[in-house]
């Protein structure tokens, strides 16, 4: 079964620039989430779809982020202007829903610098 | 909100030893995920934990869940080198639909 695909893996911007990251659920998961890692810290989330409804988007800084799931299948986060403080890595997960268990699969993430 | 709290943050052991990470949450929660991580990758799913009373093993690794106490425990058995990693636990939180709110990270060491 294939995973999480993430792109790009790696990413190096200026300030005020925008970016976008892509995201490939695994095949048949309705949940998608996008988690925001910064250097040694945990997860956090930024935003939750289910099908391509948004779930949970209260921790996503919505002046200069924005995310889309279109169809119910991939996603796009995108930050725009991008800060400094943006720096970290855009981990992408996924779930499928069963017997209660939401248990999460993530992608490789994509590390992002903004200088 | 859920809170969740992870002690140690930082773990130094001898291989052979034995040690455990504690996870306590601060609102109900009846399900839990462990989930480690390398250096510079992504997060494996270690254990999934969904009833209270919960107890899973795998080689030298066990988590148990007890969800009255909001805590969850990740014990290393006779710990190796392969174990050194960052361990994150993650309560699911329901709000119309279950997201996992993650701990900071145990990151362990273990030394030859």
């Known amino acids: 079964e294939a995973g999480v695909a993430q792109s790009p893996r790696y990413k190096i911007i200026e300030k005020r620039q925008s970016v976008a990251f892509w995201c490939n659920p695994i095949s048949g998961h309705a949940t998608l989430y996008w988690y925001q890692q910064i250097l040694g810290q945990g997860p956090k989330l930024l935003i939750q779809f289910q099908n391509n409804g948004v779930v949970d988007d209260s921790q996503l800084p919505k002046d200069r982020f924005s995310a889309e799931r279109l169809k119910g299948v991939d996603s796009t986060l995108k930050i725009q202007p991008a800060k400094l403080e943006d720096s970290a890595v855009y981990l992408c997960?996924?779930?499928?829903?069963?017997?209660?268990?939401?248990?999460?699969?993530f992608g490789q993430g994509t590390r992002l610098t903004v200088v | 909100e859920l809170k969740v709290e992870q002690n140690p943050l930082f773990l130094s052991m001898q291989e052979e030893k034995n040690y455990t990470i504690y996870c306590n949450y601060s609102t109900t929660s009846d399900r839990l995920y462990w989930y480690r991580q390398d250096p510079g990758k992504s997060l494996e799913s270690l254990f999934v934990?969904?009833?209270?009373?919960a107890v899973k093993q795998e080689g030298r690794l066990m988590a148990s869940l007890d969800t009255k106490a909001r805590l969850s425990t990740l014990h290393i058995t006779a710990a190796v080198h392969d174990l050194s990693a960052t361990y994150f636990c993650a309560p699911g939180q329901w709000g119309g639909s279950e997201k996992l709110v993650f701990g900071k990270g145990t990151k362990l060491t273990v030394n030859p």
């Open positions: 934990l969904l009833s209270n009373g």
């Open positions: 997960a996924s779930s499928l829903e069963w017997a209660g268990n939401t248990e999460a699969f």
